[in-house]
Nanobody, 127 residues
Framework: QVQLVESGGGLVQAGGSLRLSCAASGRTFSSHAMGWFRQAPGKERELVAAISRSGVGTYHTDSVKGRFTISRDNAKNTMYLQMNTLKPEDTAVYYC????????????????????WGQGTQVTVSS
């Protein structure tokens, strides 16, 4: 069982930056691939970025490439999402998710493949 807690959301003007954190409980964080997802009102939950259990493998969806960066610190049981040059269309509730992974470089992009989810943190970008 993995428990996840997101933090770092808030209200920011367009062009600004935020860094989200996802703190995980337990000693098995380094055995889990992780992902950041977001859900805007009236829309489906979508992948933002994913990272392998070692951090070697990463994926960023096209709409955030060059602006967002996913990373993790296994010694701190924490994953991060650095968000720069934020746009109003980035407004959403952001969730982190975890999935046990048997390989060090594999990341997962399908929401349904993640069994563990945090409660979400709101990110609002004003124009």
């Amino acid at each position: 069982q993995v428990q996840l807690v997101e933090s770092g959301g808030g209200l920011v003007q367009a062009g600004g930056s935020l860094r989200l954190s996802c703190a995980a409980s337990g000693r098995t964080f380094s055995s889990h691939a992780m992902g950041w997802f977001r859900q805007a009102p009236g829309k489906e939950r979508e992948l933002v970025a994913a990272i392998s259990r070692s951090g070697v493998g990463t994926y960023h969806t096209d709409s955030v490439k060059g602006r967002f960066t996913i990373s993790r610190d296994n010694a701190k049981n924490t994953m991060y999402l650095q968000m720069n040059t934020l746009k109003p269309e980035d407004t959403a509730v952001y969730y982190c998710a975890a999935k046990f992974s048997g390989t060090s470089s594999t990341y997962y992009i399908i929401p349904g493949s993640y069994p563990y989810w945090g409660q979400g943190t709101q990110v609002t970008v004003s124009s």
